[in-house]
């Protein structure tokens, strides 16, 4: 939680040199900034959800501590240049990850006009179900979709894992990703990931006991919970008892 508040600026050795336009003249009054300090402006606007006025005074602040003299791109400049130029935050990634898969509900204020003047406010709440895939190990966001209240969690695992290019090391959710389709989707795009979805209460076993087939992980886990019962099931399951790994 600490580190969370640590701030840690790199700057290149040509840092200095590539601050100011230096590119070929154009129609009408020149940059004075390049497109890579407009661009460095507006990455640090982004991380810190600055206004552009605010993140105008802010690297002022940080060019004043560093004893660097140089100008910097005033709000009005970011605005018009921002216009015009791409932001892409890069992502954490290692080549493989974790993720952890849930879904919340978000409810929609306010109603549409036609709606309203035709039928009246409604007595009923109106949600909305935001499913998230989230890297536990950073605390990134790497997968989202927003779809009406009535989608189960498990019919948008196949669009959230198309968002992950990366293999998986591991998928953790609870029971409601207890679906064929979701271990189905998973081992299409991670052939190696360790499945941590705990079998709900009524699951029934998917593949025969003496099907010649290789053994279904999840139902192995079926079985030891029905012989050994849930609480003594491998240290995998354990984790979904413990708050700090719950999605």
């Known amino acids: 939680m600490i580190q969370r508040g640590s701030i840690t600026f790199w700057l290149s050795d040509d840092f200095e040199q590539t601050w100011l336009y230096a590119g070929e003249k154009q129609r009408g009054s020149q940059f004075d900034y390049s497109d890579k300090a407009i661009e460095i402006m507006l990455t640090i606007k982004e991380v810190f959800h600055l206004t552009n006025r605010s993140v105008e005074g802010f690297v002022r602040s940080v060019f004043a501590m560093l004893d660097i003299h140089l100008p910097v791109p005033d709000h009005s400049t ?3 240049r921002g216009a015009t130029l791409k932001v892409n935050l890069p992502k954490k990634s290692s080549g493989s990850l974790n993720i952890v898969l849930d879904s919340t509900g978000l409810k929609i204020y306010g109603e549409g006009e036609w709606k309203v003047r035709k039928h009246g406010y409604s007595k009923r709440r109106t949600w909305r179900k935001l499913h998230l895939g989230g890297n536990p190990d950073t605390g990134e966001i790497l997968a989202v979709a927003l779809t009406e209240n009535s989608v189960s969690d498990d019919a948008v695992v196949m669009e ?11 998928c953790a959710g609870d029971g409601a990703y207890d679906k064929r389709k979701v271990y189905k989707a998973l081992n299409e795009h991670s052939p190696d990931v360790d499945i941590l979805i705990p079998p709900r209460k009524n699951a029934h076993i998917w593949q025969h006991g ?5 053994r279904h992980k999840r139902d192995e886990n079926l079985r030891h ?9 491998a240290i995998t399951f354990v984790l979904w008892q413990k708050p700090s790994c719950s999605a």
């Open 160 to 170: 959230m894992l198309e968002q992950i290019e990366e293999a998986l090391l591991s």
């Open 210 to 214: 003496n099907s010649k087939e290789e």
């Open 78 to 80: 970011l605005s018009k």
């Open 225 to 233: 919970i029905r012989n050994h019962g849930r609480k003594n099931l």
